[in-house]
């Protein structure tokens, strides 16, 4: 129970910051750019939860006439759905934190290349 309040919480947060940037000026993630770069995450994350937990027709002995042996028993696509839902929203609130408020800016990290700063030529 307290794992299904969790992640609609999660989901809540996404969509409020998201909506929040068209009432905010244009600095960092805007509303379009954070759509988009939550559509990316989710077919990314859906690709990567899909063959978890997944049995095939071969392995639990109930082949359907006409069927690939490999193809899955029970597919289990909402639950997938929600899952993927929920870990894109929690990877989107990430890169929100790290974009809009920079705790970590990439001058820092150490193996990054170190580019000056031409602005004033």
């Known amino acids: 129970m307290i794992w299904r ?12 910051l998201w909506i929040s940037q068209l009432f905010l000026p244009d600095q960092g993630i805007g509303f379009v750019t954070g759509l988009v ?3 990316i995450t989710w077919w990314i994350v859906v690709f990567m939860i899909l063959p ?4 095939s027709q071969q ?11 490999g193809a899955p028993s029970v597919a289990n696509l ?6 993927t839902t929920v870990a894109a929203s929690v990877i989107w609130l990430v890169l929100f934190v790290l974009i809009e408020f920079q705790p970590v800016r990439l001058d820092q990290i150490p193996f990054f290349p170190h580019y000056e700063d031409t602005s004033d030529i």
């Open 59 to 69: 392995e639990t002995g109930e082949m359907v006439q006409g069927t690939d042996p």
């Open 78 to 83: 909402k639950r997938k759905a929600w899952q």
């Open 37 to 39: 770069v939550f559509l």
């Open 52 to 55: 978890i937990g997944i049995r």
């Open 5 to 16: 309040i969790l992640s609609w919480l999660v989901i809540a947060a996404t969509l409020a």
